[in-house]
């Protein structure tokens, strides 16, 4: 009567009842069901828990997932370490702050002395197996539409807290909480190579070594998330914790390396990764890097010395993979005909005197001559230029050396307002593109990789690879405080050819306005008149906001720096700088001590020289 009673008072609360009966060789039958998915009365409880089968006895009562219900069923019995239930409370704490999803939902131990968490979703889905052994047991499932679960006073099931007739809803965060916390918990053996790669990499020969054996023992996971700008937010056990690059929670967690096992295993498909799915340190690499080509990836392997294996067939490496682009603002050719949409659009430009735009926050700065000068906004556009071996990418690397030191390098700063930080090199060999990053990290006295600070080398691709390349890199998640195209005459086939010219030059406005970064293009100068070269040049000095132009003196070994261009303010005085003989790296002779000594540009005494008032700003 007790079992009739709780199944009538669930039926009442709209919940689908179904009796357990149990067999003489213990084993449970239940009734069908699928009729009552819909609906049931208390009449059809009744009849339900009448109809038991010759040979058995009522044993129990179980309530159908229908509708929006859904239970976390965490199975103990299951766990050899017998902690996951332990374990799975630690990881809802540490993504949600407090365990109030498991507060919230009707908790309930069951017969083994595992739980049921029961509860409302906006989002039900059918059960799904979360938290896996490294011997294929699970432990930790969801109980999802149209599952069967049992329920107190099932002889074993006990109530901790809640009930059944007031089942609450958990918000999608709360919900999704519990599920990534199993997830958290969960093991999967890594996937093999795609059999194509391995019948065309693997040699007969027993001493040869692939390319991705190779690169797996030389390396593991947690450098290779790091290199690619995942966070490590935490380490638990064996188990160290990521969040994606530019996450909008730092205790979000995507992803988890096994550190035992060398593996990876993503709990979001809002990466590049499959969820649930494990990859070793090559496969890891092979995602991140060449869009998931394991051929393309054991082919570059092979060129970087990783592996013995000799094959014929394999071509000559490229230093940057261009996917499928994904540009950040529609074109004509990707945006559907929808004149209401475009006019709409269009509407939105429209100027509100009630309403005007707000001026935007200048981010580039320079201090000459004992004051700071305003150089350019964000959402701006600040042309470098200069004839051949004037300085100009020394000027770029001393700003964006300013934004990663995040004090003044040369004179200039650069804010770093905590966005990525891109650097495009479309024309220099690819040592002495090493040989320019390798003197901004010595500029802003760094000795370790950053996660927004990211560079890219572009000179191997042709015009339009190179603006995918762009487009495909800025349209990745995240904001960006500043972009640098070193140069901008490469993303064009000839620089005098005005449609091609206006086509780079509108790009570039998408960008700049569809990111509000500030972006830095490098541009040659002509020897005779010192224009900028082609109809390239002269479509780019229109739409710049400013223009920085560096020349050097021979004679004096001197490299002079003005503003040639400004809009909206005063340009800022020229000055004029050196090379250090030993080390390349610029220097203001004028910013020393001693007449005898030049100070380095990160010193101490150099930073207090320029450190300015707050009332120094020129207006």
Request: aromatic share 10%; glycine share 6%.
């Amino acid at each position: 009567m007790q079992l009739l009673n709780a199944a009538l008072s669930y039926n009442a609360a709209g919940l689908k009842v179904v009796p357990a009966f149990k067999r003489a060789d213990g084993s449970f039958t239940f009734p069908s069901w699928s009729q009552y998915r819909e609906t049931q009365s208390a009449d059809d409880v009744k009849k339900l828990f009448a109809s038991v089968p010759s040979g058995a006895t009522l044993w129990g009562v179980a309530i159908l997932m229908t509708d929006d219900l859904e239970t976390v069923d965490i199975d103990t019995k299951a766990d050899p370490t017998g902690e996951v239930w332990t374990k799975f409370q630690e990881e809802i704490l540490w993504a949600t702050g407090a365990n109030d999803p498991i507060y919230r939902a009707t908790c309930v131990k069951t017969k083994s002395g595992g739980y049921h968490l029961v509860y409302r979703t906006r989002k039900p889905a059918p059960s799904r197996k979360l938290t896996m052994t490294d011997k294929g047991a699970c432990t930790i499932e969801t109980r999802g539409t149209n599952a069967l679960i049992f329920a107190a006073p099932t002889p074993g099931y006990e109530i901790q807290h809640g009930n059944y007739e007031n089942i609450p809803y958990l918000s999608d965060a709360d919900r999704d909480g519990l599920i990534n916390a199993a997830l958290n918990l969960s093991y999967r053996a890594p996937a093999p190579l795609p059999t194509d790669v391995t019948r065309e990499f693997t040699s007969t020969d027993a001493t040869d070594q692939t390319p991705w054996d190779a690169f797996n023992a030389r390396h593991n996971c947690d450098e290779i998330l790091q290199a690619y700008g995942w966070q490590k937010t935490r380490s638990h056990g064996n188990f160290d914790y990521y969040s994606k690059p530019n996450a909008s929670n730092a205790r979000d967690t995507h992803g988890a390396v096994i550190k035992d096992k060398n593996i990876f295993h993503p709990f979001t498909t809002a990466t590049a990764f499959e969820a649930e799915k494990n990859y070793n340190p090559y496969a890891l690499f092979t995602v991140l890097e060449f869009g998931g080509d394991f051929k393309a990836s054991a082919r570059a392997c092979l060129e970087k010395g990783y592996g013995n294996v000799r094959n014929s067939r394999i071509p000559a490496v490229v230093d940057v993979r261009i996917g499928s682009p994904a540009p950040i603002i529609p074109t004509a050719e990707t945006r559907p005909p929808d004149d209401d949409s475009f006019l709409q659009f269009l509407r939105g430009t429209m100027f509100d005197i009630n309403n005007p735009p707000k001026e935007e926050e200048v981010v580039l700065t320079v201090f000459t001559e004992g004051k700071v000068h305003k150089i350019a906004p964000t959402g701006g556009i600040v042309a470098v230029v200069g004839e051949q071996k004037s300085g100009k990418s020394m000027i770029v690397s001393a700003i964006t050396a300013s934004a990663l030191a995040q004090k003044r390098v040369l004179g200039f700063q650069q804010q770093d307002t905590g966005g990525r930080k891109i650097y495009f090199d479309t024309e220099q060999p690819l040592f002495f593109y090493g040989m320019s990053q390798k003197r901004i990290y010595r500029m802003a006295g760094m000795s370790a990789n950053r996660r927004d600070y990211e560079t890219y080398h572009l000179r191997r691709l042709d015009t339009k690879q190179r603006v995918k390349a762009i487009d495909l890199i800025l349209s990745q998640p995240g904001r960006i405080d500043f972009v640098v195209i070193d140069g901008i005459v490469d993303l064009c086939d000839d620089f005098n050819d005005t449609k091609e010219s206006k086509a780079v030059i509108s790009r570039l406005l998408q960008w700049s306005d569809a990111t509000k970064a500030l972006f830095y293009v490098v541009l040659h100068t002509t020897k005779t008149s010192g224009f900028m070269r082609g109809h390239l040049g002269t479509e780019l000095q229109n739409k710049i906001d400013s223009s920085i132009e560096t020349s050097f003196d021979k004679s004096s070994n001197v490299f002079k720096v003005k503003n040639r261009d400004a809009r909206g303010w005063a340009p800022f005085p020229a000055f004029e700088f050196e090379r250090d003989n030993e080390t390349g790296d610029p220097f203001v002779p004028s910013m020393i001590l001693d007449p005898v000594e030049k100070i380095p540009i990160n010193s101490p005494a150099l930073l207090r020289m320029e450190r300015p008032n707050a009332d120094d700003y020129v207006p």
